[in-house]
Protein backbone atom coordinates (compact mmCIF):
# COMPACT_ATOMS: atom_id res chain seq x y z
CA UNK A 1 0.00 0.00 0.00
CA UNK A 2 0.71 3.72 -0.42
CA UNK A 3 1.28 5.71 2.70
CA UNK A 4 2.22 9.87 2.00
CA UNK A 5 1.66 12.47 5.01
CA UNK A 6 2.40 16.02 4.88
CA UNK A 7 1.33 18.72 7.45
CA UNK A 8 -2.61 20.43 7.13
CA UNK A 9 -1.61 23.89 7.60
CA UNK A 10 0.98 25.98 7.17
CA UNK A 11 1.05 29.98 7.58
CA UNK A 12 3.37 32.44 6.47
CA UNK A 13 4.11 36.18 5.66
CA UNK A 14 4.12 37.49 2.31
CA UNK A 15 7.94 38.00 0.80
CA UNK A 16 8.78 34.93 3.54
CA UNK A 17 9.76 31.43 2.54
CA UNK A 18 8.06 28.33 3.16
CA UNK A 19 8.93 24.84 3.77
CA UNK A 20 6.08 21.98 2.92
CA UNK A 21 7.39 18.69 3.68
CA UNK A 22 5.93 14.97 2.48
CA UNK A 23 7.22 11.86 3.53
CA UNK A 24 6.05 8.41 1.58
CA UNK A 25 6.15 4.67 2.18
CA UNK A 26 5.42 3.11 -1.21
CA UNK A 27 5.83 0.04 -2.80
CA UNK A 28 8.01 1.03 -5.52
CA UNK A 29 9.07 4.60 -6.65
CA UNK A 30 8.76 5.83 -9.68
CA UNK A 31 8.50 9.91 -9.24
CA UNK A 32 7.28 12.31 -7.00
CA UNK A 33 4.65 15.44 -7.93
CA UNK A 34 3.43 18.03 -6.55
CA UNK A 35 0.54 19.99 -7.31
CA UNK A 36 -0.99 23.61 -6.14
CA UNK A 37 -4.87 23.60 -5.72
CA UNK A 38 -6.63 27.33 -5.38
CA UNK A 39 -10.02 26.53 -3.64
CA UNK A 40 -12.74 25.71 -5.41
CA UNK A 41 -10.17 24.86 -8.62
CA UNK A 42 -8.47 21.90 -9.90
CA UNK A 43 -5.31 20.91 -9.21
CA UNK A 44 -2.26 22.55 -11.17
CA UNK A 45 1.33 21.09 -11.66
CA UNK A 46 4.29 22.43 -10.15
CA UNK A 47 7.24 20.04 -9.95
CA UNK A 48 8.50 16.62 -10.59
CA UNK A 49 11.31 14.63 -9.22
CA UNK A 50 12.67 11.16 -10.19
CA UNK A 51 16.43 11.60 -9.01
CA UNK A 52 17.69 12.74 -5.28
CA UNK A 53 18.35 16.45 -5.24
CA UNK A 54 16.90 19.60 -6.08
CA UNK A 55 14.88 20.98 -8.49
CA UNK A 56 14.28 24.76 -9.04
CA UNK A 57 11.43 26.42 -11.18
CA UNK A 58 11.80 30.33 -10.36
CA UNK A 59 10.04 30.98 -7.04
CA UNK A 60 9.33 27.22 -6.37
CA UNK A 61 12.23 24.57 -5.43
CA UNK A 62 11.74 20.86 -4.68
CA UNK A 63 13.66 18.13 -3.43
CA UNK A 64 14.00 14.45 -2.95
CA UNK A 65 16.01 11.98 -1.23
CA UNK A 66 14.15 8.42 -2.20
CA UNK A 67 16.19 6.35 0.54
CA UNK A 68 14.71 8.66 3.18
CA UNK A 69 11.35 8.39 1.20
CA UNK A 70 11.12 12.52 1.57
CA UNK A 71 10.30 15.36 -0.59
CA UNK A 72 9.76 19.27 0.14
CA UNK A 73 8.30 21.75 -1.35
CA UNK A 74 10.02 25.48 -0.93
CA UNK A 75 8.03 28.47 -1.64
CA UNK A 76 10.28 31.49 -1.89
CA UNK A 77 9.46 35.24 -2.03
CA UNK A 78 5.95 34.38 -0.83
CA UNK A 79 3.10 36.13 -2.42
CA UNK A 80 -0.69 36.33 -1.19
CA UNK A 81 -1.94 34.87 -4.76
CA UNK A 82 0.17 31.68 -3.29
CA UNK A 83 -2.51 30.89 -0.46
CA UNK A 84 -3.54 27.53 -1.83
CA UNK A 85 -3.49 23.84 -0.96
CA UNK A 86 -0.35 22.01 -1.87
CA UNK A 87 -0.36 18.23 -2.99
CA UNK A 88 2.34 15.84 -2.75
CA UNK A 89 1.80 12.75 -5.22
CA UNK A 90 4.09 9.79 -5.65
CA UNK A 91 3.84 7.24 -8.35
CA UNK A 92 4.73 3.88 -6.69
CA UNK A 93 5.12 0.24 -8.61
CA UNK A 94 2.18 0.49 -10.70
CA UNK A 95 3.26 3.82 -12.42
CA UNK A 96 0.11 4.44 -14.77
CA UNK A 97 -1.36 6.11 -11.47
CA UNK A 98 -0.61 8.47 -8.59
CA UNK A 99 -1.32 8.59 -5.07
CA UNK A 100 -2.00 11.49 -3.33
CA UNK A 101 -1.23 12.84 0.09
CA UNK A 102 -3.79 15.05 1.77
CA UNK A 103 -2.43 18.26 0.85
CA UNK A 104 -1.18 21.04 2.85
CA UNK A 105 -3.05 24.35 3.47
CA UNK A 106 -0.60 27.49 3.01
CA UNK A 107 -1.96 30.72 4.07
CA UNK A 108 0.24 33.97 3.22
CA UNK A 109 -0.47 37.10 5.72
CA UNK A 110 0.55 40.68 4.63
CA UNK B 1 -7.95 23.58 -26.98
CA UNK B 2 -10.07 23.14 -24.25
CA UNK B 3 -7.69 20.30 -21.94
CA UNK B 4 -10.38 18.46 -19.87
CA UNK B 5 -13.47 19.22 -19.35
CA UNK B 6 -16.21 17.80 -17.07
CA UNK B 7 -20.22 17.81 -17.10
CA UNK B 8 -22.03 18.36 -15.12
CA UNK B 9 -20.11 21.29 -12.79
CA UNK B 10 -23.19 20.46 -10.06
CA UNK B 11 -25.75 18.34 -9.09
CA UNK B 12 -27.73 17.69 -6.21
CA UNK B 13 -29.38 13.97 -6.13
CA UNK B 14 -31.84 12.30 -4.03
CA UNK B 15 -30.38 8.59 -2.64
CA UNK B 16 -30.99 5.94 -4.78
CA UNK B 17 -31.21 7.85 -7.98
CA UNK B 18 -28.42 7.86 -10.98
CA UNK B 19 -26.54 9.60 -13.02
CA UNK B 20 -23.63 9.59 -15.11
CA UNK B 21 -20.92 12.43 -14.94
CA UNK B 22 -19.12 12.67 -18.19
CA UNK B 23 -15.11 13.63 -18.75
CA UNK B 24 -14.09 14.38 -22.16
CA UNK B 25 -10.09 15.39 -23.27
CA UNK B 26 -9.14 17.01 -26.28
CA UNK B 27 -4.83 16.28 -25.65
CA UNK B 28 -5.34 12.91 -27.22
CA UNK B 29 -4.29 11.32 -23.88
CA UNK B 30 -4.24 7.18 -23.17
CA UNK B 31 -4.81 7.75 -19.50
CA UNK B 32 -7.55 9.07 -18.00
CA UNK B 33 -8.55 8.72 -13.97
CA UNK B 34 -11.19 9.46 -11.72
CA UNK B 35 -10.82 10.53 -8.41
CA UNK B 36 -13.16 12.15 -5.77
CA UNK B 37 -12.12 14.38 -3.32
CA UNK B 38 -13.09 15.09 0.54
CA UNK B 39 -11.87 17.36 3.16
CA UNK B 40 -8.96 16.33 4.87
CA UNK B 41 -8.73 13.29 3.11
CA UNK B 42 -6.92 14.31 -0.43
CA UNK B 43 -7.81 12.96 -4.08
CA UNK B 44 -8.41 9.62 -3.99
CA UNK B 45 -8.22 7.25 -7.29
CA UNK B 46 -11.91 6.07 -7.72
CA UNK B 47 -11.46 4.33 -11.37
CA UNK B 48 -8.65 4.44 -14.44
CA UNK B 49 -8.20 3.48 -17.43
CA UNK B 50 -4.89 2.99 -19.66
CA UNK B 51 -6.12 3.41 -23.08
CA UNK B 52 -9.23 2.83 -25.01
CA UNK B 53 -11.91 0.10 -23.88
CA UNK B 54 -9.81 -0.61 -21.05
CA UNK B 55 -10.61 0.25 -16.90
CA UNK B 56 -9.43 -0.91 -13.72
CA UNK B 57 -10.09 -0.18 -10.30
CA UNK B 58 -8.63 2.44 -7.83
CA UNK B 59 -8.52 2.77 -4.08
CA UNK B 60 -11.92 3.49 -3.73
CA UNK B 61 -14.27 1.51 -6.68
CA UNK B 62 -17.34 0.23 -4.89
CA UNK B 63 -20.51 1.72 -6.20
CA UNK B 64 -18.97 3.50 -8.95
CA UNK B 65 -18.94 2.30 -12.49
CA UNK B 66 -16.95 3.47 -15.44
CA UNK B 67 -16.42 3.46 -19.34
CA UNK B 68 -14.42 4.09 -22.34
CA UNK B 69 -15.61 3.11 -25.43
CA UNK B 70 -13.87 6.12 -26.98
CA UNK B 71 -10.32 7.48 -26.68
CA UNK B 72 -11.12 11.05 -25.44
CA UNK B 73 -14.14 10.19 -23.57
CA UNK B 74 -14.42 8.62 -20.00
CA UNK B 75 -17.58 7.99 -17.93
CA UNK B 76 -18.40 7.81 -13.93
CA UNK B 77 -21.20 6.73 -13.48
CA UNK B 78 -23.31 5.97 -9.94
CA UNK B 79 -25.89 3.47 -10.10
CA UNK B 80 -27.79 4.15 -7.05
CA UNK B 81 -26.67 7.10 -5.17
CA UNK B 82 -25.83 7.38 -1.88
CA UNK B 83 -25.12 10.40 1.12
CA UNK B 84 -21.55 8.83 1.25
CA UNK B 85 -21.19 9.36 -2.40
CA UNK B 86 -21.61 13.29 -1.68
CA UNK B 87 -18.09 14.52 -3.31
CA UNK B 88 -16.15 17.01 -4.94
CA UNK B 89 -15.08 14.67 -8.46
CA UNK B 90 -12.16 15.12 -10.48
CA UNK B 91 -11.35 13.82 -13.74
CA UNK B 92 -7.55 13.84 -14.69
CA UNK B 93 -6.05 12.83 -18.01
CA UNK B 94 -1.78 12.09 -18.61
CA UNK B 95 -0.43 11.11 -22.46
CA UNK B 96 2.28 8.69 -20.55
CA UNK B 97 3.87 7.30 -17.31
CA UNK B 98 7.34 8.92 -16.08
CA UNK B 99 7.89 12.53 -15.86
CA UNK B 100 4.21 13.20 -17.54
CA UNK B 101 1.88 15.17 -15.30
CA UNK B 102 -1.85 14.44 -15.04
CA UNK B 103 -4.11 17.38 -16.30
CA UNK B 104 -7.02 17.69 -13.75
CA UNK B 105 -10.67 18.82 -15.42
CA UNK B 106 -12.85 21.70 -13.09
CA UNK B 107 -14.61 19.13 -10.85
CA UNK B 108 -18.17 18.45 -10.44
CA UNK B 109 -19.58 19.14 -7.16
CA UNK B 110 -22.33 16.20 -6.23
CA UNK B 111 -24.69 16.49 -3.51
CA UNK B 112 -26.45 13.50 -2.52
CA UNK B 113 -29.55 13.69 -0.34
Known amino acids: GQNIDQPTEMTATEGAIVQINCTYQTSGFNGLFWYQQHAGEAPTFLSY????GLEEKGRFSSFLSRSKGYSYLLLKELQMKDSASYLCAVSGSNDYKLSFGAGTTVTVRA | NAGVTQTPKFRVLKTGQSMTLLCAQD?????MYWYRQDPGMGLRLIHY???????AKGEVPDGYNVSRLKKQNFLLGLESAAPSQTSVYFC????????????FGPGTRLTVL
Open chain 2, 27 to 31: MNHEY
Open chain 2, 92 to 103: ASRQDRGADTQY
Open chain 1, 49 to 52: NVLD
Open chain 2, 49 to 55: SVGEGTT
